[in-house]
Each structure stands twice: as C-alpha cells, then as structure tokens.
C-alpha cells in the first residue's frame, strides 16, 4: 500500500502500529489500510538508516521494501514528506493532555522512570513530567495532582520503565468516558538477578497472592477490574474525578490507590486491567527486603480495612488467620497429638502442586526456590496484617515531616 508521512523527519524505527492505523514517533498520521501488522514486525531494522531520513525542506520521496520472507518481497511503502507541519500539529490537538507524576526521594538524582518515561511516543507538547520529592508518596501524589496541567494523569514509580506504546495503548481505552482508571502489572525485567526472578514467580503466584498476582503477572485479557488487580506504580487516571475525591488518604501507605479505587467503583466508574498496559520494574534485591515489604503489605492492608472496610477486603484476612492456626496448633500439638497438622499437611500439598505447575512456564529452578517463599509469604502478611489492627493511625491532614517539592521536567 501506498502511505502518506505528514512530517519532514520520521524515524521509521519507531512506527508502531494501533487499531486506526500507523503512528510515527512524531505523531503524523500514516495512512493503511492493510498488512500493518506486518509492517509492525520488520520495520525495526530500518531504524537509523538514511532509507527513512526524510528531512529534506521540499516535497521528497522515498521507496523501500518491509521485509522478505521465503525469498519473497514481502510489502514495499512508498514514504511522501510534506512540507507542511499542520496535519500532525492537528493529529497532536486532538490528543488529550497527559500528566506523568513520579514521586522519589529528596536528593535522588537518577530517576529511572523518568528516563523511560522520556522516550513515550507521544507529542511533546501534550505532555509533562512532575517530579515529586518527599517522604510520603500519598502526599507527593496529590501535591503533584493538583499542581498538574494534564486531563489524564499517569502515576509511576521511580523505578518503573514505561513502554514507549504505553500512552496510545492507554487511550483506546479512555476513548469510553465511564472508564476512570487503568492499571496494568509490573513485570520483573527479564535481565534480573535469579533471586528477583523468585520473588517474581512468588509475586505472581495464586497461591501467595490470590487475584493480585496479576499485579506482577500479565494474566487473561483486558477486562473490567478492581483494587485487587490494580497497582499504583503503573495507574493511569481521570485528573478530575481524582480530584474530585479528594486525592489519595494522606493517612494510609501503602493501600492509599486501593481505598480511591473502592470509592470510583462506589460511584459507578469502570476501573480496566490491561495485561499488556506494562511497566518492569525490580522486586526487591534482598530477602530481608521481600519479607519486610510483605510484612508492610499486610500491614496496610490492615489499615485500610479500619478506614475503609469493604467486603473485598475478606480474603486478605485468610493469611493472619493462618498465622493463628500454626501458633494454636504448635502450641496444643501436646495434648491433641499430630492430628491438629492435619490442615498443615493439607496445605502443604497445595503448595507443592502449585509449586509444579509453576514449572511448566516459570521453570524448574526458579519455582522450587520460590516454594518456601509461597509459605513465608503468608506468614509475614499475616504478621503484618495483625500489626496493621493496631497501628496508630496517622491523621488526615498531618503535615509531611519534608516538605514536597516540585519539578516539573521537560518531556
């Protein structure tokens, strides 16, 4: 097919492909009727060649076959440059205006999302960064939303990379005005050490994590969803409907997202899940590291139950009662005999068959190592979840111990 490139500079390398067509990197409008997936899949190896530098100032054209495949030309496009900028600065007006909020620490220098977050494909000046410094990230994030210019804000953490597709994936969704929210999982980066790829394999476990293992896991398709799938460190959200609710509860880390997402569904908004809505991002590189953020898990689960009780909060009680259960059993095994490790023994056979079908996908060494980690994953939520009961709950409205500071970072 022939297509037309409304720019005078395209790096081919960087076309990508979505349901209404072809978007360059600039954000022109390339049109297609046909074969674009396929396009899609060999454009790559044109990228910083001359055969897709079209940058002369009068109208230039340039033909150049897709790929072969079986010894046969596969497609050839015939590349037009127009002088004229005002078709792909119309295609960018009609874009909303998108926000991303990172919030980090004071003094860190090197922020990793924002790097990725960078590389977006999507125009410019439709764009903004917002870096938020301070040490309570409810704060940060809602000191930045308010400060935000963006219809649609995008909250990463500091360590999340973004995929360059990620924003015009995004917004097929939010073409659907009763869609609020969308969340996607974060995946452990292929290139990790061993021990992070077991804390991902626990991370996405059913048995450890229930429904929110597709927090860490691409699981089934995109779909209408809740808090239990969606996580914070790769949301997407209204600005206004945000706002509306007042933000994030200052007095609750970490489950400040999960009491806003019950409050949006209570109102009748539509939250989505989109497995391949995707940032990577690390798990924690120790294990003291992991058992503590599963102990800080529980731990804020708990809180938000005192704050926000809502049904779906049930199933997160299953590992502080399992805590109990081994505590009562140890203790009364003297009079009762080996009969009360019974249901240990049970769940214990659970563990291993899942621990089985683990390895047809995760592999052999990694699911046997996260085996005991399924068990210990449990046994810190739970003790964090009873620590959470009793927690002094912070105040609303306290005022932060660092006060946040604002960068707002050119794209």
Request: hydrophobic share 45%; charged share 20%; with cysteine.
């Amino acid at each position: 097919p022939s297509v037309c490139v409304m720019s005078t500079g395209v790096p081919l390398g960087k076309v990508v492909v979505v349901p209404c067509g072809i978007w360059t990197a600039s954000m022109s409008r390339v049109n297609s009727t046909e074969v674009t997936l396929c396009i899609n899949s060999f454009v790559a190896a044109f990228a910083g060649t001359n055969a897709c530098n079209l940058s002369s100032a009068r109208p230039h054209r340039q033909s150049f076959f897709a790929g072969i495949i079986g010894g046969r030309r596969l497609l050839t496009l015939n590349f037009e440059a127009v002088r004229a900028n005002s078709t792909f600065a119309a295609v960018s007006d009609a874009l909303p205006f998108v926000t991303i909020i990172i919030p980090t620490r004071p003094g860190q220098a090197e922020i990793p999302a924002v790097t990725a977050a960078r590389l977006l494909d999507y125009p410019k000046d439709r764009l903004e960064i917002i870096v938020a410094r301070g040490t309570q990230p409810a704060v940060q994030r809602n000191t930045a939303i308010r400060a935000a210019r963006g219809d649609l804000i995008y909250f990463l953490d500091d360590d999340a990379l973004a995929r360059p597709d990620a924003l015009r994936r995004a917004l097929v969704h939010f073409k659907q005005p009763q869609v609020k929210m969308l969340g996607g999982p974060n995946l452990c980066p292929p290139d990790a050490p061993l021990l992070e790829q077991v804390f991902a394999v626990v991370l996405g476990s059913w048995l450890a994590f229930g429904p929110s293992r597709a927090r860490y896991d691409s699981v089934g398709g995109a779909r209408e969803s809740g808090e239990k799938e969606l996580i914070l460190c790769n949301m997407m959200a209204r600005r206004a409907d945000v706002l509306e609710l007042g933000g994030f509860d200052e007095s609750l880390y970490p489950n400040e997202e999960n009491a806003l997402m019950d409050e949006l569904q209570k109102r009748g908004s539509t939250l989505i899940y989109d497995p391949e809505f995707v940032v990577e991002r690390r798990p924690r590189p120790t294990l003291r590291a992991f058992c503590k953020m599963l102990f800080t898990y529980g731990r804020g689960r708990a809180e938000q139950f005192r704050l926000h009780p809502t049904p779906g909060s049930a199933l997160n009680f299953v590992p502080p009662l399992f805590v109990v259960y081994l505590e009562a059993a140890f203790v009364s095994a003297r009079w009762l005999g080996p009969v009360v490790f019974a249901p240990l023994g049970l769940y214990l056979l659970t563990v291993v068959a899942q621990t089985l079908v683990s390895m047809t996908t995760k592999g052999f060494v990694r699911s046997l190592l996260a085996l005991p980690l399924v068990v210990a994953s449990h046994i810190f939520y739970g003790l964090g979840f009873w620590r959470g009961l009793f927690t002094a709950l912070k105040p609303a409205g306290q005022k932060p111990a660092f006060e946040v500071q604002i960068e707002t970072l050119a794209s």
